[in-house]
């Protein structure tokens, strides 16, 4: 049995994103997940969380203008204080609206720098914010990208990431793996999560190579995500997509009720 959760930063932008909490409730989710939603929004974000019941299972530390390519700042060195300041502001929102996961960034290539130096800037950094938000009962997540949408972005596959985790030792500190994200990067979906699902901490879904929902692109969702049932993940699975059509009817693949756990051949995916 798996679970789903909708990442309302990419999902239901048909309507506001404070409205997306209600719809996601009304459409028979009972997860969510989103980026940093700047500060100007917490307190209404907390009352919708609260209103609708809605587990937040995933939200990403600040990462600074997504829309304008930044992808984080724990391997700048100039940065530190700000990077620790906007970690810390997330592990206490966290706690607040009872979000168990954080997502952090670690930062796209900074020019005239060694990329050793900016991995030791990267490690001294999760070092603070893991052992920060262990004390809060929070776990940090560390996501590698596609190099074709982040082309800077310093983490791009899973052996580089996982050597910095192991690296850092911490065990609050886990991988976050987007299937989209690694069937462009370096396929073997189903290998890397037999190998290494100790290590995930939560996973992202999107079928490539448009990044549509899954059953429209080259991913055998059944097959992989039969694998990952088999292997006893307790997690959720970020739904990560640009939807072809309606967030709703994009939904179709799913069971009307996705609160719980979903048997995998429940799924429709053949039909989309």
Known sequence: MIRFDVNIS????????LERFERAASLG?????????????????????YE??????????????????????????????????????????????????????????ISGKSREEQFDQVRENLVWIADYAAA??????????NSFESPNYLLTNTHDTLTLLSEVNRPNLKYQYDMY????????????????????GHIQ????????????????????????DSLGY????????????????SFAWLPGDRQGAIDVSDLRLKEV
């Not at 990419?10 to 994103?17: A, H, T």
């Not at 079928?207 to 995500?225: A, F, K, N």
């Open 10 to 17: 990419f999902l239901l932008k048909e309507v506001s994103f």
């Open 181 to 200: 994200h690694m069937q462009r990067m370096e396929g073997n979906l189903i290998a890397t999560l037999r190998e290494h699902i100790g290590w995930i």
């Open 52 to 109: 609708t019941g809605l587990h937040v299972v995933l939200m990403n530390v600040d990462a600074g203008d997504m829309a304008r390519g930044e992808r984080g700042f724990l391997n700048d060195s100039n940065r530190k204080g700000w990077v620790r300041a906007r970690a810390s502001r997330a592990i206490e929102f966290a706690k607040q609206i009872g979000c168990p996961r954080l997502n952090a960034l670690v930062g796209n290539n």
């Open 205 to 228: 879904i999107a079928d490539p190579p448009e990044r549509h929902e899954p059953g429209t692109g080259e991913i055998h969702y059944s097959h992989v995500l039969t694998a990952l």
């Open 29 to 49: 989710f009972g997860a969510v997940e989103f980026p940093w939603p700047g500060d100007e929004n917490l307190a209404a974000i907390e009352a919708r969380v």
């Open 234 to 249: 307790q997690g959720y699975i970020g739904l990560e997509y640009n939807p072809t059509r309606s967030s709703e009817e």
């Open 136 to 145: 809060a009962g929070i776990e940090i997540v560390v996501e590698a990208l």
